[in-house]
């Protein structure tokens, strides 16, 4: 995209479409932990009733920066929360945050 001549405006997206709960699954599951024990629903933030499905179309930045997505989003999911993670272990031994332990 940087290295284009022209600015152009451009989709980065992987195609797929994942719910909040199976996020949730994934990264509490990661760490050992059952999301339904720390997750509460709010009415007042879901998506208007006109939205019902979302997918991002990258087949412009596939076709003009030959892009293409590289990791799943599972191990996504994992990086995220290895960061995560880290920062939070960094941030205790700092006494900057709340205890955490890793269950996994």
């Not at 600015?7 to 509490?28: K, M, N, P, Q, W």
């Not at 990661?30 to 024990?37: F, I, K, N, P, T």
């Not at 499905?53 to 990791?71: E, F, H, I």
């Given at each position: 995209?940087?290295?284009?001549?022209?600015?152009?405006?451009?989709?980065?997206?992987?195609?797929?479409?994942?719910?909040?709960?199976?996020?949730?699954?994934?990264?509490?599951g990661?760490?050992?932990?059952?999301?339904?024990?720390f997750?509460?629903?709010?009415?007042?933030?879901?998506?208007?009733?006109?939205v019902d499905?979302?997918?991002?179309?990258?087949?412009?930045?596939?076709?003009?920066?030959?892009?293409?997505?590289?990791?799943p989003?599972?191990?996504?999911?994992?990086?995220?929360?290895?960061?995560?993670?880290?920062?939070?272990?960094?941030?205790?031994?700092?006494?900057?945050?709340?205890?955490?332990?890793?269950?996994?």
């Open positions: 995209m940087l290295q284009k001549a022209q600015a152009d405006d451009y989709v980065i997206a992987t195609g797929e479409a994942h719910s909040v709960r199976e996020l949730c699954e994934l990264a509490f990661h760490v050992g932990l059952d999301y339904r024990q997750v509460e629903k709010d009415p007042r933030y879901y998506r208007p009733t006109e499905y979302l997918l991002g179309d990258a087949s412009k930045a596939r076709a003009k920066l030959g892009w293409a997505p590289r990791t989003f599972r191990e996504l999911v994992r990086l995220m929360m290895d960061a995560d993670m880290a920062l939070a272990e960094r941030e205790q031994r700092a006494g900057a945050g709340p205890a955490v332990s890793r269950h996994s």
